[in-house]
């Protein structure tokens, strides 16, 4: 592995130093003082070096080290330090970088106190002497000597210092008494400034332009608040380097055994406090971060951050730039979330060799888990159901009212408030008023509202915005597990159906999977496409049926059912096919003498399809015989089912004998 340098005399030394453990990588750290030591955290891979070097010493020791790249982590004051090390990196051929401490324009822009700026600390001193009152200076005890030699200035000043021994001899050295001398380490907070400025009764505080690491904005505010004003020595010219991004960047390329991290961060309601701890350590350390532009804004994300959610537009970027990775996504990464396709677009990127790393999900609070602690409700006994980008009422009605009559509880995903008020007008045609509608519109935003709403009050909601749902059915009907409806449950007519056992034999067979597409071709009364569409919400029935009185009754047996997930194709087979969506399985109740034809046409649309088709003639029977001669097939099988029921006569009980059917059952082989 390469040998890294730094030379830490700042907190960002320190981070980055912590940064480098984690990743693994071994480094030496060199610091000028044994307070500096102290403040640096111990680990194995992090050797520290104690006491200041001239050019050729620092030079010496790159070239016994075997350093190839030196971070000058060193104050922006320290313009020897920083001219030494670049010296020694230019002498030996190291590599060098500089990390700034990266301050904002709004530190040295704003007017929130009275400030007034001084190139150098001649000029401060030169302006100081020209004022009254106790001075808090804290611009640390190197310069202390400077100014007490200034007798205007001497028995004025209480000095702020790092608790350590030199400092403090500094200190006693330069004449500033005990009293006056306050040995804390810094950063300091607003509060505790301003209980510094009224104890000491402090007129005038002194500082240099220290950035965010080095409290400026609290020494800013506090002047202000304790309205007194704030001398600052400006940051010298050519101290501006990388940023801390920049310069971790910039050492993945000596990183030779690093894997970075890929982190997929479910955010929940997308602040930062619903993050988990681990997550959200994941997010902060994170050196290149995704998401859409909301959730960047509302998680504060400081990093350099790429306001995209799809794997086309992210790869390209991580193939680019090197760093670990966060990409953010709303609620929870396993509900109804894009985590899932990202997850597999970036693992088919590491198979590929486009990218390397660990990939890694970090779940959230999702939407359901949130609005039933809002409402102080359980989900456990809820269906979960979606209609958020899922078209119109005609694509979702019959479904969502399956689940909602089926259910105690729906929770359900809307685009908004045009699906709230269409959803209060079908629970009012289908006479379900008794209905709860538990809605929570723009949740964990400041205008957040909980809605417990009969369905007829919908129609009354005018804000648009993010809306999740709990549908409360207090009359939620048992479902049957199995299919099997009588016979009399349907509207007959003259056209032939189905009869209830071998409905019953012949859905069996076809063995059905979820989200199944269903051919029932000869469809007749649509007595198997209405068992069938009612097994789940799930699966698409198509009814082919040719005869115009038969198309009637399907429609009427479905509608009779609520069933929206039979689609009634009006056609002939083979031909009225063409059209339709692949299908998984397909009934054959009726062929027309087509069933080579029709059997073809299916097997074109997919190889695989589980077929179960019926004959109650020798001639169709024979047909059956054939199939295995000309297709493609397996798991041949045909079975005759003879059913006999009882009729009462008188005080007698007869027997009458349906007529035999033959049940033939196959699937296809692909080619």
């Known amino acids: 592995m390469s040998k890294i340098l730094i030379f830490a005399g700042t907190t960002e030394g320190r981070e980055l130093s912590e940064w480098l453990c984690e990743k693994g990588c071994a480094h030496d750290l060199c610091v000028a003082t044994e307070y500096g030591e102290q403040v640096m955290h111990e680990d194995p891979l992090a050797k520290v070096h104690m006491g200041r070097m001239d050019a050729e010493q620092i030079a010496a020791f790159m070239e016994r080290e075997g350093v190839r790249v030196v971070v000058d982590a060193t104050h922006p004051y320290a313009k020897e330090a920083t001219e030494n090390i670049r010296q020694a990196a230019e002498k030996t051929g ?42 808090l200076l804290t611009t640390g005890s190197k310069e202390l000597p400077t100014y007490c030699e200034n007798e205007k200035l001497k028995d004025r000043i209480f000095a702020r210092v790092l608790p350590g021994a030199e400092s403090i001899a500094i200190c006693e050295k330069s004449g500033i008494p005990g009293k006056r001398i306050i040995a804390m380490q810094g950063p300091f907070s607003l509060a505790m400034n301003l209980a510094i400025i009224h104890d000491h009764d402090i007129k005038i505080m002194v500082t240099k332009q220290t950035g965010k690491s080095g409290g400026f904005a609290e020494k800013e505010e506090a002047a202000a608040k304790a309205g007194i004003p704030l001398y600052v020595i400006g940051i010298p010219e050519n101290s501006a380097g990388m940023s801390a991004a920049e310069v971790r960047r910039t050492l993945y390329g000596y990183l030779d055994e690093h894997k970075r991290k890929i982190s997929l961060i479910g955010c929940g309601m997308g602040h930062p406090e619903n993050l988990t701890v681990e997550a959200y350590q994941a997010m902060v350390s994170a050196d290149l971060v995704f998401g859409a532009k909301r959730i960047l804004e509302d998680c504060k994300i400081t990093a350099e951050s790429y306001p995209f959610y799809f794997a086309k537009e992210i790869i390209p970027v991580l193939k680019e730039k090197p760093g670990d990775a966060a990409i953010l996504f709303s609620g929870d990464s396993g509900f109804y979330s894009g ?28 939407s359901v888990s949130n609005l039933a602690a809002l409402f102080g409700i359980s989900w456990e006994d809820a269906t979960l159901f979606s209609i958020h980008g899922r078209g119109t009422a005609q694509t979702w009605r019959g479904r969502l009212l399956y689940t909602i009559r089926t259910s105690p509880k729906t929770f359900l995903l809307v685009s908004g408030v045009d699906d709230l008020k ?64 009588p016979d009399s ?34 469809s007749g009364t649509g007595s198997i496409a209405v068992e ?35 689609k009634i194709i009006p056609a002939y087979a083979p031909e009225g096919l063409e059209e339709l969506p692949a299908p998984t399985h397909v009934f054959i109740g009726g062929s027309g003498g087509n069933l080579k034809e029709i059997l073809a046409a299916i097997f074109a649309k997919n190889p695989k399809t589980s077929i179960v088709a019926n004959a109650v003639s020798h001639e169709t029977f024979e047909e059956f015989l054939q199939i295995e001669k000309n297709f493609n097939v397996s798991d041949f099988d045909i079975v005759q089912m003879a059913v006999t029921r009882t009729r009462k006569v008188g005080n007698y009980h007869m027997l009458q004998a349906e007529n035999p059917v033959w049940i033939c059952s196959f699937k296809g082989n692909e080619e």
């Open 489 to 522: 449950s349907f509207i007959r007519g003259k056209v032939p159906m189905t009869k209830e056992e071998v409905r019953t034999a012949s859905i069996s067979k076809l063995h059905l999977t979820g989200g199944a597409v269903v051919y029932d071709v000869g």
């Open 94 to 135: 190291v590599t060098y970088l500089r990390l700034d401490r990266n301050q904002t324009k709004e530190e040295t822009q704003s007017t929130a106190a009275e400030k007034y700026f001084f190139p150098d600390t001649a000029l401060c001193m030169e302006a100081l002497s020209k004022t009254e009152g106790n001075i």
């Open 339 to 366: 985590a899932t396709k990202m997850t597999l677009a970036l693992k088919e990127a590491v198979a590929n060799g486009e990218l390397s790393g660990e990939i890694k999900v970090y779940p959230g609070i999702s």
């Open 532 to 566: 069938i569409a009612r097994i789940s919400p799930d699966i698409t029935v198509y009814a082919i049926e040719r005869k115009e009185e038969a198309v009637e009754l399907i429609r009427q047996n479905a509608e009779a059912f609520g069933l929206s997930n039979v």
């Open 422 to 485: 269409t959803i209060g007008k079908i629970l009012i045609e289908e006479g379900m008023e008794d209905c709860r509608i538990l809605a929570g519109y723009q949740m964990s935003y400041p205008e957040q509202e909980l809605r417990d709403l009969a369905p007829a009050e919908c129609e009354s909601l005018e804000k648009d915005g993010l809306y999740a749902l709990f549908i409360i059915n207090p009359n939620a009907a048992v479902v049957a597990v199995t299919h099997g409806l």
